[in-house]
């Protein structure tokens, strides 16, 4: 079935795979769980004791129901199997191919932990391309797009496969690592570039800093098209709101990871996620009895199995991100589902505060969507005696000083209202909190454990 997923015609659009009935996907969806369960099975020691221990072998999986027979995966049992001393250094005993057949190293940032070492062949790189082409295909992006890429290169997955998925649509891409902020700006005046890709922390960032320059974005930019990535805020929607309008520009969500891969985009429409359903399987499972959330409206852990992918094949692989089906159909026509709000943060994240579970996204919500305040803000959650204590520290901007009772007084009613807690608001003065370029951390847990 391979052909499905390489268009001859130049077009990143299948309408036989992407308004599929269900009941033909799920049939594609077994072959392919098939294909790589066995793969992975037969190849990579790592699995092949996994699915021994749990008495599982290929056979056994005969109908869509049989995929959840398969044990999950978990981050720590990948790190577990690799690094110094461990076979196939550094990815360890999960590798299913020869060593010599690895042409690509990436690894996970290790917020959580030691980070994971992920190896791919040119093929599997060429298929994580793929997928990021049915992404920007259904944003808009066509020949003649001039894209910018205001992204350092490194280690990490991040837009690399941004910048080869543009390449191979047709667009033209400029790369815009090593500058500085301003100098990405002024280059991407210089060439009227008209979309680029970035985290919703530098997308707000960088309209910042071209306003200190005298750049208006949306009057003195080209940008029309802007893909985030990275962090949850392109399905937020007063983060959103707050990216389009600083650019004058449409932003569309992408979400992916380094084990998984591209797996899902906002098309258009913008009216949730899609989940790229033939490349990837996502099912969604309730957090504490594991049963499968097929129903929309109902929020469960995502649990996700990458298609085709052979060096580390990703299998049932449970991340944490918390997610839930939307009703709703979307009018690009496509099938493939969609999640509603995106990510909805990662079960890690949700932290009982005060007894309260408090989700760092609600926050966000709430701050973004006042427009007297800066983009950032930092949430400091300590303990005076036994009672735990939240400090929400914002940005007020310079016009609005003056402003601060009534600030106060919205914020912790739409606080309260959101998140059930009370906070200690600080004000602090317009662009005086810290700002980073990637993954930001604004929500800091300093109670004893
Ligand atoms: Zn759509």
Known sequence: MEEVFYMENGEYWNPILETMPREKLQKLQLKKFREIFTWAYEHSKFYHKLYSDAGIEPGDIQRFEDIKKVPKIEKSMMRHVQGPGKDNFPYGDILAVPLEKVTDYRQTSGTTGQPIYQADTWQDWELGTEAYCYAMWAQGYRPGERIFLPFGYNIFVAFWAYHYAGEKIGCEVIPGGVLNTEARILKMQELK???????????????????????????????????????????????????????????????????????????????????????????????????????????????????????????????????????????????????????????????????????????????????????????????????????????????????????KTKLTDQLRLKTNLGYNIEFHEYESLPRSQSKSRRFQDLRPH
């Not at 922390?201 to 960088?206: A, D, F, N």
């Not at 930019?221 to 449409?250: C, F, H, N, Q």
């Not at 985009?265 to 049963?291: F, K, P, R, S």
């Not at 800066?374 to 949430?379: A, H, L, S």
């Open 193 to 407: 570039a008209t979309a680029m890709g970035a985290t919703p922390t530098y997308v707000l960032g960088m309209a910042e800093t071209a306003r200190n320059m005298g750049i208006d974005p949306p009057k003195d930019l080209y940008i029309r098209r802007i893909t985030v990535a990275g962090e949850p805020g392109g399905s937020i929607p007063a983060t959103l709101k707050r990216m389009e309008d600083a650019w004058g520009a449409k932003v569309y969500d992408e979400v992916g990871s380094t084990e998984i891969g591209h797996w899902g985009w906002q098309c258009l429409h913008q009216a949730g996620l899609h989940v790229n359903e033939g490349m990837y399987l996502v099912e969604i499972e309730d957090v504490n009895t594991g049963e499968t959330i097929d129903e929309p409206g109902r929020r469960g852990k995502m649990v996700v199995t990458t298609f085709g992918r052979m060096a580390q094949p990703c299998i049932r692989f449970d991340v944490k991100d918390l997610i839930q089906w939307n009703a709703d159909k979307c009018d690009c026509g496509r099938t493939f589902r969609l999640l509603k709000g995106g990510i909805q943060g990662r079960a890690d994240d949700i932290t009982k505060v005060k007894g309260v579970l408090l989700s760092p996204m609600a926050i966000e919500e709430v701050v973004r969507a006042i427009p007297q305040l800066g983009n950032e803000y930092q949430v400091v959650v300590t303990k005076k005696g036994d009672i735990d204590d939240i400090t929400l520290k914002v940005e007020v901007l310079a016009e609005y000083k003056n402003d601060e009772a009534a600030i």
